[in-house]
């Protein structure tokens, strides 16, 4: 429900601002769906099935519905890229990054943020309980522990054992070039063990409004102190209440040149459809990258319920779930083929 920060700013005009630049046509050849969840990679199917629990209620809450979706990953000791089970840094220590954002476009987030199992329900008191928008390691780390939040060691041994391996490797514990890095991280290509990268989420909820999520441990063995687009509002995550959201994925050096989600929003204020949109995102990743490697992938979901989905490279998949089609995987269009994708 509504935080009090948000109480006395209520009101019947909110709700029914107009979109802005909206097409009729688009409109009335795609009638509204609400519910509608929507979330990044195969591991999107069950984030969805833990928000649809809330989002099925006629007075389910959409940043309820996301945190507990993301939240299920966050938790999964078996995703190596999300929450507990995410890859170290460096230094051998996990750190995550995180932020929401709700139906009036206020955003939180945490950076760096060490021992905290569910970034993103920080992320959402930083909006909710206090003036600021970022909080980041050990600032983000106390304000975790004043709002309850319980210290856990997040590193499991399969991962301190992934760590330990590469440390041997690389003695100096000097991180790969940002070209290797995208190169050694990509496992996206179909029929991998793994889809890799950051839980993002976007909602509607029953009375339309809108919300999204980012969650992520970030690159493996990445510098101490690195921070992607996930946390970063306009490149992990951006919501405009009047047009609609977007979240990416992927290499986020590169979707932080571009402000990948910004980019899609404004594709849609401007008459393009969600997919259109996330292809234009997707098209400035290509260009403005410094590698032939690299992987970015948009979600978007319009403030009228319509989804879509674009990938810079293959592999990448959209979860989406809604009343009419129940909770399904969906490949998402692409630029060009991952290296080694027939």
């Known amino acids: 429900m509504p935080n009090r920060r948000t109480f006395l700013k209520l009101s019947a005009a909110s709700a029914a601002a107009p979109l802005l630049n909206w097409s009729p046509a688009a409109s009335s050849a795609s009638p509204a769906r609400r519910p509608v969840v929507v979330s990044t990679w195969n591991f999107g199917e069950a984030a969805n099935e833990a928000a649809w629990t809330v989002l099925q209620q006629d007075d389910g809450y959409v940043l309820d519905a996301i945190e507990k979706g993301v939240g299920r990953i966050e938790a999964d000791p078996e995703i190596h890229t999300v ?28 950076a760096a943020l060490e021992r905290i199992l569910h970034p993103a329900a920080v992320a959402r008191r930083v909006k909710d309980d206090s003036p600021h928008s970022l909080l980041v390691a050990d600032g983000a780390l106390r304000f975790a522990r004043a709002q309850g939040f319980e210290p856990q060691d997040l590193l499991t041994d399969e991962m301190d054992a992934a760590w330990r391996e590469w440390k041997e490797k690389n003695p100096d514990a000097v991180p790969d070039p940002p070209e290797a890095n995208v190169e050694a991280q990509d496992t996206t290509s179909r029929g991998g063990a793994e889809n890799h990268d950051t839980i993002g989420m976007l909602a509607l909820d029953a009375q339309g409004r809108l919300g999204g999520a980012c969650t992520t441990s970030g690159t493996a063995w990445k510098q101490p102190g690195r921070v992607g687009d996930s946390p970063l509002v306009g490149s992990g995550l951006f919501v405009d209440p009047d047009v609609g959201a977007a979240c990416a994925t992927g290499w986020g050096e590169a979707i932080m040149r571009v402000a990948g989600s910004h980019v899609v929003v404004e594709a849609m204020r401007h008459g393009k459809d969600p997919e259109a949109a996330c292809r234009e995102a997707a098209e400035r990743v290509q260009k403005r990258s410094d590698s032939d490697n690299v992987q970015a ?10 989804a879509g989905a674009y990938g810079v490279r293959s592999g990448f998949d959209m979860a989406i779930y809604d009343e009419a089609e129940g909770n399904r995987l969906v490949s998402a269009p692409y630029l060009v083929p991952s290296a080694g994708a027939e």
């Open 83 to 110: 929450g507990r089970g995410g890859r170290p840094d460096a230094s051998g220590t996990v750190t995550l990054d995180a932020c929401v954002m709700d139906e009036h476009g206020r955003y939180g987030a945490v």
């Open 297 to 306: 992938g948009f979600l978007a979901l319009r403030a009228d319920g319509q």
